[in-house]
Structure formats: structure tokens, C-alpha cells
């Protein structure tokens, strides 16, 4: 069996990323986390079964596809002990991701 990869084009991409854990207390942690990342497909060689934008297989100038700009998460963590050498905890998500394609 032969396996070929190639690179079929170039993206710009830029961004940046943030997380942030807070302990409130000895049993309850806070945590944040934020992510933007721009992107844009700056040339782009077409390969039987690769992406089309629009039924277009001129896809330059677009956002790279399933990447959404921003993405965001809060969460509230409680953990307590159990009994030796066993905790139990609990944890609430709250999810942001913005539309993609």
C-alpha cells in the first residue's frame, strides 16, 4: 500500500488563544478559556473529493471549513473527598461557538 500526502495549498492564519482556572475555594475551581482565530484559504489546488465552497471548487479568499472565529467556555467545578484515597466532583459547562460551515 502507498500512501501520498501533499500540501494542496496556503492559509493565512492568525490568532490567539486564552484559559484561565480560579480556585474559590478548597472545593470549588472556576475556569474560562477563549479562543479567535482568523483565517483565509489563499490558494487553494483542487483535488478530486477535496472542499468546494458553494459548489465552487475556487475556494480562495474563504474561511478554512468546521473553523469557527470564536469559541468561548466557562465552567464551575465542586470536588470533595470521599473517603481515603477517593474524591468525587461534579462539573457544569457552558459552551460558545460561533457559526461555521
Do not use: C
Amino acid at each position: 500500500m502507498l500512501t501520498i500526502i501533499t500540501n494542496v495549498g496556503e492559509v493565512d492564519l492568525k490568532g490567539v488563544e486564552f484559559q484561565a482556572d480560579y480556585a474559590a475555594t478548597d472545593h470549588v475551581t472556576l475556569s474560562a478559556a477563549a479562543d479567535y482565530a482568523d483565517n483565509r484559504i489563499v490558494r487553494y489546488f483542487y483535488a478530486p473529493g477535496g472542499t468546494q465552497i458553494r459548489g465552487s471548487t475556487n475556494v480562495d479568499g474563504n474561511q478554512l471549513p468546521q473553523t469557527p472565529r470564536v469559541k468561548a467556555s466557562l465552567s464551575a467545578s465542586y470536588q470533595r473527598r470521599l473517603m481515603a484515597g477517593w474524591n468525587w466532583y461534579t462539573r457544569v459547562d457552558e459552551l460558545y461557538r460561533e457559526r461555521l460551515y
